[in-house]
């Protein structure tokens, strides 16, 4: 290895018995204490391999001793162990025969990010979304009971972090109301990203902090009752009602229990007997059970173990080369490189250039960066802007809102649709909200965006960073959907800026527009580099912006879509062809008359988007064409985009190229629509 880092690190790393563990089926037979050292080794190996390529790295150091019980326990995959949200789960591949290709987690064509069903049979589900395994486990067990495939043992493993989402409390609402016999697994850290938020955090909290709460409620009713000097007979003579009070107090696990889901907590989390006698227990009930265990994020490594909340907040995910000989790169004694690492997860660390290099002095600023200065000072401008994130704080950019302008912030937990339904709200009272929320999360609330927000038409701003190809995270976190999923909707204003600069134009647009809601989307990463305004200024809705006059070929770019025609068309004019280079900078309201002109003075209209063809930016273009101009001379139409296909993980560029949404790619697929070959002489 190079670039500073030292070969002892992952090359000549121990782990003496996690060697010998081909599968779940080596676990068996073990004692606690080499379960233990098992877990230790996983955790180790996570640390170093991790360390050194990034990934999420801090939940999956608080899950080893339960990924390594659960499998002791249960034969997976005949027995179904649910992770929720698959970056706490590279223990359970380790476990799982995918040791030895640890390192290439989150690379192309390695391992992926999350669980996948199309890499492992133990992988039951995939998820890449929170708040989702509690549901898919009922699904499953409710099938097993009914005689569809193979019985077994059914376990949803799902943090604190993700009982902030709605689904979550419907799936625990069907499983106490069935009575499906499954356990689940609360992982209960106190963080998901970010350290989690609302009265369940609160809850949770004073479950860990307080011993007396790690009671089960018919010990407390059994106690209860037998309060001396009378006391208890009358407690029985106060009806249910009463008693759940006193139960609530002395036993909140009541809060499950009162959904007849049977509880058991606080159990240490990384204490493999305390861990397996429980799940013993819980596995034998024949009802659902919920086991509340603690657990510590980045349990194992000292910044995140002992860095407090803003420790574990730092370690969720680290950067390539982060760590070495188990400790933070940057305390290394003679480092002679600084480490600039590549990292495509949510972190709020982890937006960073996409070469692994130092980068210039000037480098171009982030996306987000900019969106989240702009944001701020057009909350300074105008009090009615609130900012909403949805757990999402740091990767979206609002955790300055929320340093510099705290009012004027709120954080709704993992839950998308409450962040969209509170907009809603905001914006009936006359307020400006803006959901800033990842492409990929916002399709989790559709049913908010049709029937809250674009149906009254209000005046509600979405902000979507992760815009097109996110990179590492993979088919999960594309943001490759928006486009297609907003432009059907009445009243809404879509559209996306070609760089830095006009971002900042286009979010000032849309908080001054008052006729309904605005979805503004962008790419994740590092920006384009050009000059930023002084102001910012708002553009016409509906007009987009002719860049570079040509003939014959027309490449219309929307959003990211733009800097890949001006690539083509630098290719293409060094073959002999000079083609005229637009900006639609709006999907919806298209710019009629550009689009009329293109398609009538040019022989080619080749349109760009980084969002699938279907329903998308090409496909509105293609219809305004076909209406406008029928019977009447104009050229052909080329849509270029993403494929009608789920894109896999990799770095951007890899992904752009595989797919064909390059400069190059696009000058190629233009000299082959006019019969050209790949040069004009």
């Known amino acids: 290895m190079d670039n500073g880092t030292d070969q002892s690190q992952t090359r000549t790393a121990s782990y003496p018995m996690l060697d010998g563990i081909d599968g779940p089926a080596d676990l068996k037979g073990l004692s606690d204490e080499q379960l233990q050292q098992v877990s230790q080794e996983v955790r180790e190996m996570i640390i170093d391999t991790i360390g050194e390529i990034g990934g999420h790295f801090g939940a999956n150091l608080g899950t080893c001793e339960l990924a390594v019980v659960l499998h002791s326990l249960l034969d997976s995959p005949r027995d179904k162990i649910l992770w929720d949200v698959g970056h706490q789960s590279y223990p359970h591949k380790v476990l799982t025969g995918r040791r030895d290709r640890l390192a290439s987690i989150r690379q192309y064509e390695g391992l ?29 067990k409710e099938a097993m009971l009914h005689g569809i495939g193979e019985d077994g043992k059914v376990v949803a493993v799902i943090g604190d972090g993700a009982l902030t989402g709605g689904v979550a409390y419907e799936a625990l609402h069907l499983a106490g109301g069935l009575q499906t016999p499954m356990v689940i697994v609360l992982n209960d850290n106190g963080m998901s990203i970010s350290p989690n938020v609302g009265a ?47 139960k609530a107090y002395w036993a909140p696990g009541l809060f499950f229990e009162e959904l007849d889901l049977a509880y058991v907590g606080v159990i240490d989390g990384h204490d493999v007997h305390q861990l397996k006698r429980a799940l013993i227990e819980a596995l034998e009930a024949d009802r659902p059970v919920v086991v509340h265990i603690n657990t510590v994020k980045g349990k194992g490594f000292e910044p995140a173990e002992e860095g407090g909340l803003e420790g574990m907040e730092k370690w969720h995910a680290a950067k390539p080369r982060s760590i070495v000989d188990r400790r933070p790169a940057e305390e290394r004694k003679g480092q002679e490189k600084p480490l600039v690492g590549v990292q495509e997860s949510d972190s709020p660390e982890s937006i960073a250039p996409e070469k692994l290099e130092v980068p210039p002095p000037v480098a171009p600023r982030q996306y987000t960066e900019v969106f989240a200065e702009a944001l701020v000072e057009e909350a300074r401008r105008d009090k009615r802007v609130m900012g909403i994130t949805a757990a999402m704080a740091g990767g979206t950019g609002l955790d300055r809102l929320q340093r510099e302008l705290p009012e004027q912030y709120i954080d709704v937990g993992i839950a998308e649709q409450e962040a969209v339904l509170y907009a809603s709200g905001l914006a009936i009272q006359g307020a400006k909200p803006v959901c800033a929320i990842y492409s990929t999360f916002l399709q989790r609330a559709f049913d908010q965006l049709v029937h809250d927000v674009s149906l009254q038409s209000l005046n509600v701003v979405f902000a979507m960073d992760r815009a097109g190809l996110v990179g590492d995270d993979g088919p999960t976190h594309h943001g490759v959907f928006d486009l297609s999923y907003f432009l059907p909707l ?15 134009h286009m979010l000032r647009t849309s908080l001054l527009h008052d006729a309904g809601p605005v979805a503004l989307r962008y790419p994740r990463g590092v920006a384009e580099g050009v000059p930023m305004p002084e102001a910012p200024e708002p ?44 900006d639609a900078r709006f999907a919806k309201p298209l710019d009629a008359e550009l689009i009329d002109s293109l398609a009538s003075e040019h022989e080619l209209v080749v349109t760009l988007e980084e969002n699938v063809l279907p329903g998308g930016f090409g496909a509105a273009v293609l219809d305004r064409v076909e209406d406008s101009l029928a019977g009447k001379s104009r050229g052909r139409v080329v849509r270029i985009g993403l494929p009608d296909r789920f894109v896999t993980h990799g770095k951007p560029d890899l992904l752009r190229s595989e797919v064909g949404f ?17 040069t004009v002489t």
């Open 112 to 140: 992926a990010p999350f669980c996948s069903i199309f890499e492992s049979e133990h992988d039951i589900m995939g998820a890449g979304h929170a708040s989702t395994s509690i549901g898919y486990g009922v699904g499953l």
């Open 662 to 678: 390059t400069g190059d790619a696009v000058a190629a697929r233009v000299l082959s629509e006019l019969g050209l070959g790949k």
């Open 539 to 582: 553009i016409d809705i509906g007009r987009g912006e002719l860049l570079l006059p040509g003939d014959r070929v027309a490449l219309l770019g929307y959003g990211y879509g733009v800097q890949v025609a001006l690539r083509a068309a630098e290719d293409l004019r060094g073959k002999g062809i000079e083609p005229t280079v637009a």
């Open 200 to 246: 369940m955090s609160s809850l949770f909290n004073r479950m860990r902090l307080n011993s007396r709460w790690h009671r089960r409620r018919e010990a407390t009713e059994d106690r209860l009752t037998r309060l001396p000097f009378g006391l208890g007979r009358k407690i029985g003579r106060l009806g249910p009602e009463i008693k759940s009070a006193f």
């Open 490 to 504: 009445p009243n809404m204003v879509v559209m996306a800026p070609r760089d830095e600069a006009m971002l900042v």
